[in-house]
């Protein structure tokens, strides 16, 4: 089983159905990996470290039930092997303190969910465009 | 013997009671009550017996039965005196009738510091006086009023005894006395209605005044007796005597009010000195013992009478006070309202006290009811009471003479009777009593008696003008009661209750409702929260619907395009609320702002997203404010986003931002010269969702000044604003310095 491009962690069933569209959209052989649970996501993110697989780009939503987006992004960048692989913290909240805090664990950006499927395809676009082409060298 | 060197010095000082001399209507023997040996005997014997005093000193009372012829028996003296030792008691003996060279006399006993004195008068009344007693005493006892009986009382001891002028006089408060009653010949100047200043009788003539309920002055013109002794050391105590002496002073002071004789009886009310009978004659009279005991009884009935008759009217008057302290606090306990529970029930605060006004200040108002000084006056009394009054009640009938501005309204208030609800809050119900312009006549000058002599000494000397000497008392009212003052501090408890209770239930709602608040901010929080995620859906759904179902047609994509304009409108509403709802949860981190950077920063982010360059922004002083970063920002993106955004249609559209430090807070205002608000929405520009007629070509929800105003409220400060419609608008908002 190889890496995906994009690692999503997501509980709502909805938002993580319309990105998969907009993704495919953006770019039709980009692999989306969903996973909807921050326990199940950090096991998989242990394994594939294990095995040498790294992701593109990490999206985490905020407000996930167990573990929280916060804390995930904490466990993600105690992993070594994906000390440096881009973490977007991408939620429906644009509170300042979650913000705030978000880049104080380490995050690599902060986007509040766009609404509708139109934005959501511009900021995927726009997203594709800056970590996958412009900023190879991450990768 | 002693002789007492009594002058006008030392008047209030002489010691009465051992004058060692007797009035000489009778002669005095005093004889040890041991051996009987004869120690004590007044130089007059000589004129009743025809023994020298000397002679008499050097004998036994044994002897003495050779000068009485006996009424009856013969009489023994030695065996009488021997009787009344063992009997304790003399009242069974007193008084002994016997007769000296065929005249009756009285021989009246009573024993003093170890010697029985024996006191001789004449026997002078034919009649039985008893029947006579009898009668006047159900006469007097008739009556209903205090004034009727005492009244009644002079006239019948008159008519027992036949004096020219019979007075009752009373003591009041400061220990003067007033004519309360007075019956007299006819040719008589009236003393009715005179007051006598307290020196006219010292101290220790009242103290004798309680120990013999009578005292008879016979002639003031006669030579006194002195009493001789060999004993020269230990004069004789004369207290129960009733031939004792009468002071000089005393003598001086009948005889220059034209006297010759005079009797008085003394009134006792509850163990003290209420007044006297005093029974004046212009010629020398002496009345025998038995009309003077006859007139002594009527004295203690009197007395009682006076007891009685007193407590009644003070009962009936205490009565009503009483009840009405108990109404108020029925009234206290039924109306929710204190003011009204005190003023307009038909039982209000007047009834409490004897005062005709009474004047409230309670929770930063003034209330009144009855006669009270006007309110200016009246506010003027409540601060001076807040300065000086330390204790929960204070009262004075002279408040004029104390507080100077109080003289303005000394005719409605000059007495107070001042009691305090909350000193801290100056809060307090004050009674007032009118004042009582008082002419009180005095029988002489009443300072007169009093003078100073060349060594510094205060001298009583017995007048000699007893002409009506007026003088006017003003600016005083009536005394407050002990019952008025124990009433209102019954009342002040009651009231003080009422108002804690109160203050606490408003605690309590105080607490709830910020906890409800608290719940709000939560509830609105994350019910905006939860609605965010399905809409987001309705809107990406729809869009994807659109987006794979290109064959569409054009009025199905119009309806569809609907669906998320809606739900964009609802997603900004949304977010709106939750913004206002953060305001309440957050924590305030207050740091100093740098607000030239702030302001400038909003300036460019504002103008780009109103898209509004054609806004002159004019930014003058920018102090720093003290606030949490997050919030001050949005407070200060509302009010320019509001004022670009108002004013972007206007004419030369321009917006002033300014600060200034002005004592303990810094002032911003945010100026434009756009739309305005209308007069009639001024009172609704906070409110939520509030949008003013003239606003709906603007976009805009409604939450952005409430936002604010929660905002700056959290924070302890001011907004407010001024405007008119099509000029423009100045909000100003003001941060406390520290």
Not at chain 1, 6 to 33: G, W
Not at chain 2, 87 to 113: A, G, M, R, V
Not at chain 2, 536 to 555: A, G, M, P, R, V
Not at chain 2, 635 to 656: D, H, W
């Amino acid at each position: 089983m190889g890496s995906p491009d994009i690692f999503y962690v997501e509980d709502d069933q909805d938002f993580a159905f319309i990105l998969e569209h907009a993704v495919r959209e953006v770019k039709e052989d980009l692999v989306l990996s969903v996973v909807e649970d921050g326990r199940d996501a950090i096991k998989t993110l242990e394994k594939y470290a294990l095995d040498k697989f790294r992701p593109k780009l990490i999206l985490l939503d905020l407000n996930l039930p167990g573990l929280s987006g916060l804390d995930l992004l904490k466990r993600i960048k105690e992993i070594p092997f994906l000390r440096l692989t881009p973490v977007i913290l991408f939620s429906t909240s644009d509170d300042p303190l979650d913000v705030k805090a978000s880049y104080e664990f380490g995050a690599n950006a902060y986007i509040t969910k766009p609404t509708g499927y139109n934005n959501l395809v511009d900021c995927v676009r726009s997203l594709h465009e800056f970590w996958f082409t412009q900023n190879r060298s991450v990768n | 013997m002693t002789k007492y060197n009594v002058d006008l010095t030392n008047c209030d000082k002489e010691p009465i009671h051992i004058p060692g001399r007797i009035q000489s209507h009778g002669f005095l023997i005093a004889a040890d009550a041991f051996d009987l040996a004869i120690l004590y005997v007044s130089e007059n014997v000589d004129f009743y017996l025809g023994k020298s005093s000397s002679d008499l000193l050097k004998m036994d009372a044994l002897e003495f039965n050779v000068f009485f012829g006996s009424v009856a028996n013969d009489t023994d003296l030695h065996q009488l005196l021997k009787l009344a030792k063992n009997q304790e008691n003399f009242s069974i003996i007193n008084p002994y009738k016997l007769l000296i060279k065929e005249e009756p006399y009285y021989l009246i006993l009573h024993e003093s510091h170890g010697k029985i004195i024996m006191e001789f008068e004449p026997a002078t009344l034919e009649y039985d006086i008893q029947n006579l007693i009898g009668k006047s005493i159900s006469e007097i006892l008739s009556n209903k009023t205090l004034s009727g009986l005492l009244n009644h009382a002079a006239k019948e001891i008159k008519d027992i005894i036949e004096y020219d002028r019979i007075m009752v006089y009373q003591f009041l408060d400061d220990g003067h006395g007033e004519v309360v009653a007075e019956v007299k010949n006819d040719d008589l100047e009236p003393f009715f209605g005179l007051h006598y200043p307290a020196s006219d009788i010292p101290q220790q003539a009242r103290a004798l005044y309680k120990l013999n309920y009578t005292r008879i002055i016979a002639d003031v013109n006669a030579a006194s007796a002195a009493i001789e002794t060999y004993a020269k050391d230990m004069p004789l105590d004369l207290s129960h005597s009733s031939l004792r002496a009468v002071s000089p002073i005393h003598i001086q002071y009948l005889k220059n009010m034209g006297v010759e004789s005079s009797f008085s009886i003394s009134l006792i009310s509850k163990g003290e000195l209420w007044g006297l009978i005093a029974c004046h004659n212009y010629s020398p009279k002496f009345i025998d013992y038995k009309a003077r005991e006859g007139a002594k009884l009527i004295g203690q009935i009197l007395s009682s009478a006076l007891e009685y008759k007193q407590a009644e009217e003070e009962t009936q008057e205490d009565f009503l006070l009483k009840e009405a302290v108990q109404e108020l606090s029925g009234q206290l306990d039924k109306d929710s309202d204190l003011i009204s529970s005190l003023i307009r029930h038909d039982v209000t605060l007047l009834d409490v006290t004897h005062g005709s006004g009474a004047g409230i200040f309670f929770d930063g108002h003034m209330y009144t009811i009855g006669v009270t000084p006007d309110e200016a006056a009246l506010t003027d009394l409540f601060a001076w009471l807040k300065e000086t009054m330390t204790e929960s009640v204070y009262h004075t009938n002279q408040l004029p003479k104390i507080l100077k501005s109080a003289q303005d309204y000394a005719s409605v208030g000059s007495g107070i009777l001042a009691c305090t609800l909350s000193r801290d809050m100056g809060e307090y119900i004050v009674w007032f009593k009118s004042e009582k312009i008082a002419a009180i006549n005095w029988a002489g000058n009443p300072e007169k008696p009093v003078e100073v002599n060349s060594a510094n000494e205060t001298v009583l000397s017995p007048r000699n003008s007893f002409d009506t000497w007026a003088e006017i008392v003003n600016e005083t009212s009536d005394k407050w009661r002990e019952l008025e003052i124990s009433g209102v501090l019954k009342l002040r408890e009651k009231i003080v209750s009422k108002i804690n209770k109160k203050a606490n239930e408003i605690r309590v709602l105080n607490e709830r409702l910020k906890l409800a608040y608290e719940e709000l901010d939560t509830f609105s929080y994350t019910i905006s929260h939860d609605l965010r995620t399905p809409l987001t859906s309705i809107k990406s759904y729809t869009e994807l619907f659109l987006h794979q179902n290109q064959s569409l047609d054009e009025k199905g994509k119009k309806l569809l395009g609907r669906v998320v304009a809606g739900a964009d409108k609802m997603a900004f509403l949304i977010n709106e609320i939750l913004k206002l709802a953060r305001v309440g949860r957050s924590d305030l981190q207050p740091v100093e702002i740098d607000m030239t950077n702030l302001v400038r920063e909003l300036i460019t982010e504002v103008v780009s997203a109103l898209s509004a360059p054609q806004v002159k922004i004019v930014i003058g002083n920018c102090p720093p404010v003290m606030g949490d970063l997050t919030l001050i920002t949005q407070v200060f993106t509302n009010l320019i986003s509001n004022a670009i955004k108002y004013s972007s249609r206007s004419n030369l559209p321009e917006v002033c931002i300014d600060g200034q430090v002005d004592n303990e807070e810094v002032i911003y205002k945010i100026k434009d010269n756009g739309i305005g608000i209308d007069v009639n929405y001024h009172d609704k520009v906070f409110e939520l969702f509030k949008r003013m007629e003239n606003v709906k070509d603007f976009q805009g929800t409604g939450v952005g000044l409430a936002i604010v105003k929660r905002i700056v409220e959290k924070h302890n400060g001011r907004i407010w604003f001024e405007s008119e419609l099509g000029v423009g608008t100045t909000f100003y908002v003001a941060f406390k310095n520290k």
